[in-house]
C-alpha cells in the first residue's frame, strides 16, 4: 500500500511540473490552467482562465466535461465541443432532456427545457423575441398532399377571446440571493414572468373542437394550438370570400338585357319573386350531377354561373327553363375540389351556392 501511495504522488508531481508535451495538467505563470494530452504553450488566447485540450488532431479537437456517468455508460451529460473534429462548435448535451433554470427549487424554476419524458416540445416559459421566424415548409419533406378546403363555415366555430394570464407560484418571502442584483433580477422575472397585460388568442379546447389538427396535448394533459397552422385555414377562408364576392357580383359578367332601362329596382325585385335556387344532387359528385331553380315566367334571361374557389369564371350555362326547371352538368374539364354556382336573372344574384366534384 505504501509503494502504491508513493507512486500515485509521483504521477501528481510529474503532471504539475512536467514538460508542456507530458503534462495533463498545466498551471501557467499567469495564472492559466490548462487541462488535456496536448497543452500548448503557444495559445494566442488570453481571455480564458482554463482551457481543455481534446486528443482529436492537432488542433486537440474533441475536449468534453462529463458529469456523473463513467465511459461504460456512454458519457450521458456533457459539454463539449461537438463531433471529433475542429469544429469550433459548442455542444450541450443530455441524454434524457436539457433544461435552462433560474432556480430549480421554484415554479417556473425552468426558463426553458426540452425533456423527453414530458413533452415532445421544445419548452419556454418566456416571452420569446426574434428578428424573424422561419418554419421549414419544403415540399420535398411532405406527403399526403392535399388542398385545404371548405373551412369558411368552419372558422365561425372559433371564439377569439381576450384573457390575462394566471400569476405563476411564487414563494412569499424567499430569498433567491445574497447578492442584491442578482435578487433584483430573480426577483423581476418571478413577478413580471406574467405582467397581468391583456392577451388576445383562442382557447385551446374550443380550437380541438373545430381543428383537432391544431392543438397539440403534452403528456401531462396540457393543451397547445399550433396558431402557424391557422394561416393556411385563414388564407383560404380569404380565397373563399373571394369566390362568393365574385358569384355575388356575377352580374358584371352576365348578359345585362335586364328589364327596362327606365324600369327601377322595385320592378326588378317584384319580377323575380319566387326566383330560387336548390342545393344540386348528388352532392360531392364526379360524373354528373343535377341543379334545379325555380324562375318566374317575366324572367327575360338567366343563367348559372360556375366559379372556382379563387374566383375564377368556369362555365355559363343558360337556365333556359322557367318555374321549376333544371339543368344537368357534366364533371368534363373540371379538377376535383370545390366549385360555387350562381343563378343570375334579369342582372340579378338570385342565390349561390357550394359543390365539390371528386375523382
Known amino acids: 500500500m505504501k509503494i502504491f501511495k508513493f507512486f500515485f504522488m509521483a504521477i501528481i508531481c510529474l503532471m504539475l511540473t512536467g514538460s508542456p508535451a ?6 501557467r505563470n499567469s495564472g492559466h490552467a490548462e487541462i488535456g494530452v496536448n497543452p500548448s504553450s503557444t495559445d494566442p488566447d488570453t481571455i480564458t482562465t482554463l482551457k481543455l485540450f481534446g486528443n482529436q488532431g492537432q488542433y486537440a479537437a474533441g475536449s468534453r466535461i462529463s458529469f456523473g456517468d463513467i465511459p461504460a455508460t456512454g458519457y450521458n451529460v456533457f459539454i463539449g465541443e461537438n463531433g471529433n473534429t475542429n469544429s469550433d462548435q459548442l455542444r450541450l ?17 425552468n426558463l426553458a427545457f426540452f425533456d423527453p419524458s414530458q413533452s415532445t416540445a421544445l419548452n419556454i416559459n418566456s416571452d420569446v423575441i426574434a428578428h424573424g421566424l422561419l418554419i421549414q415548409s419544403d415540399e420535398r419533406f411532405k406527403e399526403d398532399i392535399e388542398p ?15 384573457y390575462r ?14 447578492n442584491p442584483e442578482e435578487a433584483e433580477m430573480l ?45 393556411p385555414i385563414l388564407v383560404q377562408s380569404i380565397n373563399e370570400l373571394r369566390a362568393e364576392l365574385a358569384a355575388v357580383k356575377g352580374e358584371e359578367a352576365a348578359p345585362m338585357s335586364r328589364v ?18 336548390y342545393q344540386n344532387a348528388p352532392n ?29 369564371q368556369i362555365q355559363c350555362i343558360p337556365a333556359q327553363g322557367r318555374g321549376e326547371s333544371q339543368v344537368t352538368i357534366t ?29
Not at 22 to 27: E, V, Y
Not at 165 to 178: A, R
Open 22 to 27: 507530458q503534462a495533463q495538467l498545466i498551471i
Open 93 to 109: 448535451h443530455g441524454r434524457m432532456g436539457v433544461y435552462a433554470t433560474l432556480d430549480a427549487t421554484i415554479d417556473p424554476g
Open 148 to 162: 385545404v378546403e371548405n373551412v369558411l363555415e368552419s372558422l365561425e366555430g372559433l371564439n377569439p377571446v381576450s
Open 165 to 178: 394570464l394566471k400569476s405563476h407560484k411564487y414563494p412569499e418571502g424567499k430569498t433567491f440571493s445574497e
Open 187 to 231: 426577483d423581476r422575472y418571478y413577478r413580471e414572468l406574467d405582467n397581468g397585460s391583456e392577451r388576445y388568442g383562442f382557447l385551446a379546447q374550443n380550437v380541438k373542437e373545430v381543428f383537432p389538427q391544431l392543438v397539440h396535448a403534452e403528456m401531462n394533459g396540457d393543451l397547445s394550438v399550433d396558431y402557424i397552422g391557422l394561416i
Open 260 to 277: 327596362p332601362q327606365q324600369a327601377g329596382e322595385n320592378e326588378l325585385e317584384a319580377g323575380l319573386t319566387g326566383a330560387k335556387l
Open 284 to 312: 360531392p359528385w364526379s360524373s354528373e350531377t343535377v341543379i334545379r331553380y325555380s324562375l318566374p315566367r317575366s324572367v327575360a334571361q338567366a343563367f348559372i354561373y360556375i366559379y372556382d374557389m379563387q374566383g375564377k
Open 331 to 359: 364533371a368534363r374539364g373540371l379538377d376535383a375540389g370545390m366549385y360555387l354556382y350562381a343563378l343570375v336573372a334579369d342582372g340579378a344574384l338570385v342565390n349561390s351556392k357550394q359543390m365539390i366534384i371528386t375523382k
